[in-house]
């Protein structure tokens, strides 16, 4: 089968834990205590092909483990996957030729050589034409605008100049399937803008299946329709991205403009304010609680605009984030009274 499929994937790390002081450090070298950390808890995902998915949780969520696993260089716990029809961590040759994974936090290049000595490299490892390697070539630095730059040391690189490099190095052999693991960390926002643009233009074009792990939301809204998003192993949402606000906001926002010269008073009646910048002012309020709010506004103030506004997705999804995590301190159950603060009852 194409595509991406993921079932009842898990995978738990053994690690081993010291124990504190001289006398215990030493007896734990005899008897060595393991402590097993569930890093990825039988997660299940479908991706089609041409697909550009993007994968978010907060750090430590699994998203680095789950894209190790769906490029074989880690076994599972447990589960089955297949990428393209193969078991990637079977390793097969056809497999290797036919993905790429890169890593931003990760240098897949030489340090100390040219990118285009790198670039030869994986020509030989995965048997390219010289008249194929060379056009692909062309094409990407031209299309990443890093044509004058092959020849100098990658360490001398800038980071953004560098990360460009390695999306060459993993797309010279036309992989169908492209694993990206924060591909714009750390980068200036135009390098952002340049990665996301390139993503957009050869991913639409090659018809690539892409699982974008990332935690800058503009290149998750610039890149991708759906979402799946993981927490502490578990995937916690799994459709399309704009369902996210509308599922796990519990807030709007209502921006008011005020008329007159007055400041008015007593507007925190009516929500949290946060940008009061008369005669603006934004407000934080209950999404359920929204038209009776509106009216109360209309009938206490004179208003020249007023305008609802959902929150942006960051700061819904750090919201769904450390609400999962307050869930699963506190066990008291679901809070909210239309449930959509629940992100528990929103587990599949
Ligand atoms: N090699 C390893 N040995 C032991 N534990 C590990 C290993 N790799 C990851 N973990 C643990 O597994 C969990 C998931 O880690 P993972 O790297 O998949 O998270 P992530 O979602 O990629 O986070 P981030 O957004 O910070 O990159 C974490 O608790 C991490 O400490
Ligand atoms: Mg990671």
Same mark, same amino acid.
């Given at each position: 089968?194409?595509?991406? $499929?993921?079932?009842?994937?898990?995978? !738990?790390?053994?690690?081993?834990?010291?124990?504190?002081?001289?006398?215990?450090?030493?007896?734990?070298?005899?008897?060595?205590?393991?402590?097993?950390?569930?890093? =990825?808890?039988? =997660?299940?995902?479908?991706?089609?092909?041409?697909?550009?998915?993007? *994968?978010?949780?907060? #750090? /430590?969520?699994?998203?680095?483990?789950?894209?190790?696993?769906?490029? /074989?260089?880690? %076994?599972?716990?447990?589960?089955?996957?297949?990428?393209? /029809?193969?078991?990637?961590?079977?390793?097969?040759?056809? %497999?290797?030729?036919? *993905?790429? +994974?890169?890593? /931003? !936090?990760?240098?897949?290049?030489?340090?100390?050589? @040219?990118?285009?000595?790198?670039?030869?490299?994986?020509?030989?490892?995965?048997?390219?034409?010289?008249?194929?390697?060379?056009?692909?070539?062309?094409?990407?630095?031209?299309?990443?605008?890093?044509?004058?730059?092959?020849?100098?040391?990658?360490?001398?690189?800038?980071?953004?100049?560098?990360?460009?490099?390695?999306?060459?190095?993993?797309?010279?052999? &036309? @992989? $169908?399937?492209?694993?990206?693991?924060?591909?714009?960390?750390?980068? $200036?926002?135009?390098?952002?803008?340049?990665?996301? $643009?390139?993503?957009?233009? %050869?991913?639409?074009?090659?018809? +690539?299946?892409?699982? +974008?792990? &990332?935690? %800058?939301?503009?290149?998750?809204?610039?890149?991708?329709?759906?979402?799946?998003?993981?927490?502490?192993?578990?995937?916690?949402?799994?459709?399309?991205?704009?369902?996210?606000?509308?599922?796990?906001?519990?807030?709007?926002?209502?921006?008011?403009?005020?008329?007159?010269? !007055?400041?008015? !008073?007593?507007?925190?009646?009516?929500?949290?304010? *946060?940008?009061?910048?008369?005669?603006?002012?934004?407000?934080?309020? @209950?999404?359920?609680?929204?038209?009776?709010?509106?009216?109360?506004?209309?009938? #206490?103030?004179?208003?020249?605009?007023?305008?609802?506004?959902?929150?942006?997705?960051?700061?819904?999804?750090?919201?769904?984030?450390?609400?999962?995590?307050?869930?699963?301190?506190?066990?008291?159950?679901?809070?909210?009274?239309?449930?959509?603060?629940?992100?528990?009852?929103?587990?599949?």
């Amino acid at each position: 089968m194409d595509g991406i $499929d993921v079932r009842n994937l898990e995978k !738990q790390y053994q690690v081993f834990r010291k124990r504190e002081g001289v006398w215990a450090s030493l007896r734990s070298l005899v008897t060595r205590q393991y402590t097993t950390i569930r890093a =990825v808890k039988g =997660v299940s995902f479908r991706i089609e092909p041409g697909e550009m998915v993007a *994968f978010l949780g907060p #750090n /430590g969520a699994g998203k680095t483990t789950t894209l190790k696993l769906l490029a /074989g260089l880690i %076994y599972p716990t447990a589960g089955t996957a297949t990428v393209l /029809g193969h078991v990637p961590w079977k390793r097969e040759i056809a %497999y290797r030729r036919r *993905f790429a +994974l890169v890593m /931003g !936090q990760k240098n897949q290049l030489w340090w100390d050589l @040219p990118a285009q000595e790198s670039f030869r490299l994986h020509k030989e490892i995965y048997r390219l034409e010289a008249d194929v390697f060379e056009r692909r070539l062309a094409e990407l630095t031209e299309l990443l605008e890093v044509k004058k730059l092959v020849g100098q040391p990658v360490r001398e690189l800038s980071l953004g100049e560098r990360m460009r490099m390695e999306l060459i190095a993993a797309l010279l052999h &036309s @992989p $169908d399937v492209l694993l990206l693991d924060e591909p714009t960390i750390g980068l $200036d926002v135009v390098s952002q803008r340049k990665v996301q $643009d390139f993503l957009k233009h %050869y991913q639409a074009e090659q018809n +690539l299946t892409v699982l +974008l792990t &990332s935690h %800058y939301m503009k290149d998750v809204q610039a890149l991708c329709q759906r979402a799946v998003v993981i927490n502490e192993g578990e995937i916690k949402h799994d459709g399309p991205l704009a369902d996210i606000v509308d599922r796990f906001s519990t807030f709007k926002v209502i921006d008011l403009l005020f008329a007159g010269d !007055q400041r008015p !008073q007593g507007l925190e009646r009516f929500g949290e304010v *946060f940008d009061d910048q008369f005669p603006r002012a934004k407000l934080k309020v @209950p999404r359920q609680h929204v038209p009776e709010i509106l009216t109360g506004l209309l009938s #206490n103030y004179s208003l020249e605009d007023v305008g609802v506004q959902d929150r942006p997705l960051e700061e819904v999804i750090a919201e769904l984030f450390t609400s999962t995590r307050a869930d699963a301190e506190d066990a008291s159950g679901p809070t909210g009274d239309d449930g959509r603060s629940d992100p528990a009852g929103a587990r599949r």
